[in-house]
Protein backbone atom coordinates (compact mmCIF):
# COMPACT_ATOMS: atom_id res chain seq x y z
CA UNK A 1 0.00 0.00 0.00
CA UNK A 2 1.45 3.31 -0.79
CA UNK A 3 1.78 6.35 1.74
CA UNK A 4 -1.00 8.17 -0.17
CA UNK A 5 -3.33 5.01 0.48
CA UNK A 6 -2.76 4.52 3.91
CA UNK A 7 -3.53 7.87 4.90
CA UNK A 8 -6.81 7.53 3.58
CA UNK A 9 -7.32 3.98 5.40
CA UNK A 10 -5.50 5.37 8.94
CA UNK A 11 -8.01 7.32 10.32
CA UNK A 12 -11.16 5.12 9.67
CA UNK A 13 -9.21 2.37 11.19
CA UNK A 14 -8.65 4.43 13.53
CA UNK A 15 -12.20 5.16 13.99
CA UNK A 16 -13.42 1.09 13.87
CA UNK A 17 -10.68 0.50 16.68
CA UNK A 18 -11.99 3.06 19.14
CA UNK A 19 -15.84 2.62 18.49
CA UNK A 20 -16.01 -0.25 21.15
CA UNK A 21 -14.05 2.07 23.42
CA UNK A 22 -16.90 4.44 23.30
CA UNK A 23 -19.12 2.02 23.66
CA UNK A 24 -17.87 0.36 26.34
CA UNK A 25 -17.34 3.88 28.27
CA UNK A 26 -20.63 5.42 27.94
CA UNK A 27 -22.55 6.04 30.94
CA UNK A 28 -24.64 3.53 32.86
CA UNK A 29 -28.49 3.71 32.33
CA UNK A 30 -29.99 5.33 35.04
CA UNK A 31 -31.86 3.64 37.68
CA UNK A 32 -35.29 2.90 37.10
CA UNK A 33 -37.47 5.35 38.75
CA UNK A 34 -41.18 4.88 37.59
CA UNK A 35 -43.74 4.27 40.55
CA UNK A 36 -47.80 2.89 40.76
CA UNK A 37 -49.99 2.85 43.11
CA UNK A 38 -53.38 1.99 43.81
CA UNK A 39 -56.04 1.48 46.69
CA UNK A 40 -58.74 -1.63 46.58
CA UNK A 41 -60.41 -3.47 48.90
CA UNK A 42 -60.27 -7.35 49.92
CA UNK A 43 -62.84 -8.73 52.22
CA UNK A 44 -63.45 -5.69 53.68
CA UNK A 45 -60.30 -4.51 54.56
CA UNK A 46 -58.48 -1.46 52.49
CA UNK A 47 -55.37 -1.67 50.89
CA UNK A 48 -53.04 -0.01 48.58
CA UNK A 49 -50.04 -1.18 46.71
CA UNK A 50 -47.25 0.92 46.34
CA UNK A 51 -44.74 0.11 43.69
CA UNK A 52 -41.39 1.96 43.24
CA UNK A 53 -37.95 2.16 41.25
CA UNK A 54 -40.10 0.27 38.58
CA UNK A 55 -38.50 0.32 34.60
CA UNK A 56 -40.93 1.25 32.01
CA UNK A 57 -41.81 -2.99 31.41
CA UNK A 58 -42.55 -3.20 35.50
CA UNK A 59 -44.80 -0.02 35.30
CA UNK A 60 -46.93 -1.63 32.56
CA UNK A 61 -46.83 -4.99 34.83
CA UNK A 62 -48.16 -3.33 38.11
CA UNK A 63 -50.58 -1.49 36.67
CA UNK A 64 -52.37 -4.98 34.81
CA UNK A 65 -51.30 -6.33 38.96
CA UNK A 66 -53.45 -3.40 40.15
CA UNK A 67 -56.34 -3.10 37.46
CA UNK A 68 -56.67 -6.57 38.37
CA UNK A 69 -57.83 -6.16 41.85
CA UNK A 70 -61.39 -5.44 43.42
CA UNK A 71 -62.81 -1.56 43.52
CA UNK A 72 -59.23 -0.62 42.05
CA UNK A 73 -58.25 3.13 42.31
CA UNK A 74 -54.85 4.51 40.66
CA UNK A 75 -53.37 7.51 43.02
CA UNK A 76 -50.20 9.07 42.98
CA UNK A 77 -49.07 7.42 46.32
CA UNK A 78 -50.12 5.69 48.82
CA UNK A 79 -52.59 7.62 51.50
CA UNK A 80 -51.18 7.93 55.22
CA UNK A 81 -55.09 9.07 56.41
CA UNK A 82 -56.25 6.11 58.15
CA UNK A 83 -52.90 4.01 57.74
CA UNK A 84 -52.42 0.72 60.03
CA UNK A 85 -49.17 -0.12 58.34
CA UNK A 86 -47.28 -1.43 55.25
CA UNK A 87 -45.27 -3.97 54.42
CA UNK A 88 -42.52 -3.13 52.64
CA UNK A 89 -41.03 -6.07 50.79
CA UNK A 90 -38.39 -6.26 47.80
CA UNK A 91 -37.31 -8.64 44.60
CA UNK A 92 -35.08 -7.93 42.12
CA UNK A 93 -34.69 -4.35 42.30
CA UNK A 94 -38.55 -3.44 42.89
CA UNK A 95 -40.17 -2.28 46.23
CA UNK A 96 -43.28 -3.21 46.84
CA UNK A 97 -45.37 -1.48 49.64
CA UNK A 98 -48.44 -3.60 50.64
CA UNK A 99 -50.19 -0.74 52.62
CA UNK A 100 -53.69 -1.79 54.96
CA UNK A 101 -56.03 0.88 56.65
CA UNK A 102 -58.84 0.35 59.23
CA UNK A 103 -57.69 -3.34 59.47
CA UNK A 104 -60.86 -4.79 62.11
CA UNK A 105 -60.24 -6.77 65.04
CA UNK A 106 -61.56 -10.26 63.40
CA UNK A 107 -58.91 -9.66 60.54
CA UNK A 108 -56.43 -10.07 63.25
CA UNK A 109 -55.22 -6.51 63.37
CA UNK A 110 -52.31 -5.26 62.62
CA UNK A 111 -50.25 -7.30 64.70
CA UNK A 112 -51.44 -10.46 62.66
CA UNK A 113 -50.42 -8.37 59.39
CA UNK A 114 -46.86 -7.43 60.80
CA UNK A 115 -46.35 -11.17 61.57
CA UNK A 116 -47.70 -11.89 58.26
CA UNK A 117 -45.20 -9.05 56.62
CA UNK A 118 -41.98 -10.66 58.66
CA UNK A 119 -42.56 -13.86 57.91
CA UNK A 120 -42.56 -13.29 53.96
CA UNK A 121 -39.31 -11.63 54.93
CA UNK A 122 -40.83 -8.41 54.69
CA UNK A 123 -40.21 -4.90 56.97
CA UNK A 124 -43.54 -3.70 58.57
CA UNK A 125 -43.86 0.08 59.66
CA UNK A 126 -46.37 2.91 60.13
CA UNK A 127 -45.55 4.67 56.56
CA UNK A 128 -46.34 3.94 53.14
Known amino acids: MTRCAWRLVQPRLLCVLLLPVVVACSPA ?3 PS ?12 PECYGYTSL ?27 GLV ?10 TLSDCYY ?8 PSALQMKCMQMSGTWSVMP
Request: glycine share 16%; with cysteine.
Open 29 to 31: TPP
Open 34 to 45: GTVACTFTVAGV
Open 55 to 81: NPDEVDNAKIICGAQPGVAFVDACPVS
Open 85 to 94: GCCHESMAGV
Open 102 to 109: GVPDDAGG
